[in-house]
């Protein structure tokens, strides 16, 4: 009965930000923490960043290099992902997904559709 729906995705110019957002429903008993993912084109799907619902802690994949930013509403249904200075090698689908673990940023078994981050001039 879970769902999440990401927005946000969009056209940029290298160098230019945009702003994520995942809305999760249907959570009932069990809350869950939520990371994101991307996709891009002829690569694996990879970790991009997760957060701790609990206490906010988050961690990021190496290549964010400090561009990113994932925060949570104090609802914590809702997580965003802040990206900046975003570069052509960013364009790729980006998922929100439940984890099954957190520290590592392992997707568990719920995923969004997915928005299409596209960085080009």
């Known amino acids: 009965q879970v769902q999440l729906v990401e927005s946000g995705g969009g056209l940029v110019q290298p160098g230019g930000s945009l702003r994520l957002s995942c809305v999760a429903s249907?959570?009932?008993?069990?809350?869950?923490?939520i990371g994101w993912f991307r996709q891009a084109p002829g690569k694996e799907r990879e970790g991009v960043s997760c957060?701790?619902?609990?206490?906010?802690?988050?961690n990021y994949a190496a290549f964010v290099k400090g561009r990113f930013t994932i925060s949570r509403d104090n609802n914590k249904n809702i997580v965003h992902l802040q990206m900046n200075n975003l570069q052509p090698e960013d364009t790729a689908v980006y998922y929100c997904?439940?984890?099954?673990?957190?520290?590592?940023?392992?997707?568990?078994?719920?995923w969004g559709q997915g928005t299409q981050v596209t960085v080009a001039s």
């Open positions: 997904a439940t984890l099954r673990n957190t520290e590592h940023c392992l997707a568990g078994d719920y």
């Open positions: 957060i701790n619902k609990n206490d906010g802690s988050t």
């Open positions: 249907g959570f009932t008993s069990t809350d869950y923490d």
